[in-house]
T-cell receptor
């Protein structure tokens, strides 16, 4: 398996522009997670899906952030409009279900976003 | 209140100098604790999962242990290729809560 695939790997944009990050999870994984990593706050969960349905979006910082999962093999995280404080590395991860707990999450290589 | 705290923030070791990284947590009824390794410019890579106090797991020079309040990642005779940031995470409300990591540098 190719693992979790993310695109683009790097994104540089100007404040106010729309940014779309993409993720393809590992085939057969029911769960998909979006994380943001910064030096100050570490790795933070933004939102996660189970079988394409958003389960918990409490980590989404503002209404400027939205995420969708139209099918089992594709998800997007959109920021509109983008702001300099959104600059971070965004990771997508996927996992199998594990009753009563959380199964191993496998991470993609990340998208480094810079908002000027 | 921080649920996961890792220490030290950074650790510099000479090659062959064994040491331990700490991960303390405050969640009650632990349902799993994960260790990940992260290299610069890459996503976290899974190392271990521990579920109950007293459990231990090993992989090459790494051994993870778990008590009711904390986990340790022991590194025996480290090599420069072990240099990375080590993250721990606990299961809470069907999610993983990550610590801020320990940045390990091993010098030849």
């Amino acid at each position: 398996d190719a693992g979790v695939i993310q695109s683009p790997r790097h994104e540089v944009t100007e404040m106010g522009q729309e940014v779309t990050l993409r993720c393809k999870p590992i085939s057969g994984h029911d769960y998909l997670f979006w994380y943001r990593q910064t030096m100050m706050r570490g790795l933070e969960l933004l939102i996660y899906f189970n079988n394409n349905v958003p389960i918990d979006d409490s980590g989404m910082p503002e209404d400027r952030f939205s995420a969708k999962m139209p099918n089992a093999s594709f998800s997007t995280l959109k920021i509109q409009p983008s702001e300099p404080r959104d600059s971070a590395v965004y990771f997508c991860a996927s996992s199998l279900p594990l009753p009563g707990s959380v199964d191993t999450q496998y991470f993609g290589p990340g998208t480094r976003l810079t908002v000027l | 209140e921080d649920q996961v705290t890792q220490s030290p923030e950074a650790l510099r070791l000479q090659e062959g100098e064994s040491s331990s990284l700490n991960c303390s947590y405050t969640v009650s009824g632990l349902r799993g604790l994960f260790w990940y390794r992260q290299d610069p410019g890459k996503g976290p890579e899974f190392l271990f999962t521990l579920y109950s106090a007293g459990e231990e797991k090993e992989k090459e020079r790494l051994k993870a242990t778990l008590t009711k309040k904390e986990s340790f990642l022991h590194i025996t005779a480290p090599k420069p290729e072990d240099s990375a940031t080590y993250l721990c995470a606990v299961v809470w409300a069907d999610k993983l809560i990550f610590g801020t990591g320990t940045r390990l540098q091993v010098f030849p």
